[in-house]
């Protein structure tokens, strides 16, 4: 289940930079809402607990993500997971998470302010984001359900692949604008 687009009166760096994209359909670029952004880490006993807590089980398996009622747990390293939940507050699934893995070895991080989403949907998406990714995002190589931390350029992400041809960024506010528009860059082929 993909993101929602996002409220254009949210504040985000990308609000003014959407409100001016060409409109490309073989390439689509949309600037997610606000969410709820978690880090997760955790050893064995507490992966569990906190799944339960969020409402989403932990994925165990490399580069993949579970999803469930507008929830997201995206596997980033052995021990890490990112927990996103748009429009949603941070602060009821930090402390459901906390409640739930007290006494058990972990770490929880509210980095809700660090990062905005951006959806590039389109028969061409992965096209475009290849033009500063360097992997393969052919469907046998990076299927439906995979995510990474990767890089677009020079700014790390966190790409994901919700559909065949629905991937979404998460990338660090401060890089955002400068992502957007290197997206935009390659979209004007397609124009």
Not at 122 to 136: I, M, S, T, W
Not at 154 to 174: M, N, T, Y
Request: charged share 20%; glycine share 8%; with cysteine.
């Amino acid at each position: 289940m993909p993101l929602a687009p996002a409220n254009p009166l949210t504040a985000s760096p990308l609000t003014a930079l959407a409100a001016v994209a060409r409109d490309v359909a073989s390439a689509r670029l949309v600037a997610l809402g606000d969410a709820a952004r978690l880090v997760f880490r955790g050893r064995e006993a507490a992966v569990g607990p906190a799944g339960e807590a969020f409402g989403v089980a932990l994925p165990r398996e490399a580069c993949r993500f579970n999803a469930a009622g507008g929830r997201f747990a995206f596997w980033l390293g052995p021990d890490e997971w990112l927990l996103l939940v748009p429009d949603a507050e941070a602060a009821p699934l930090f402390g459901a998470i906390e409640a739930a893995t007290t006494g058990l070895p972990h770490a929880l991080v509210d980095v809700s302010a660090r990062s905005v989403g951006i959806e590039v949907a389109g028969e061409k998406a992965a096209f475009v984001l290849n033009q500063g990714n360097p992997l393969d995002l052919s469907l046998a190589a990076f299927p439906v359900g995979m995510c990474t931390r990767t890089v677009f350029h020079k700014a790390e992400i966190v790409l994901v692949r919700h559909a065949p041809d629905v991937f979404h960024i998460d990338v660090w506010r401060s890089f955002a604008p400068y992502v957007w528009e290197l997206l935009e860059d390659a979209r004007r082929e397609l124009a």
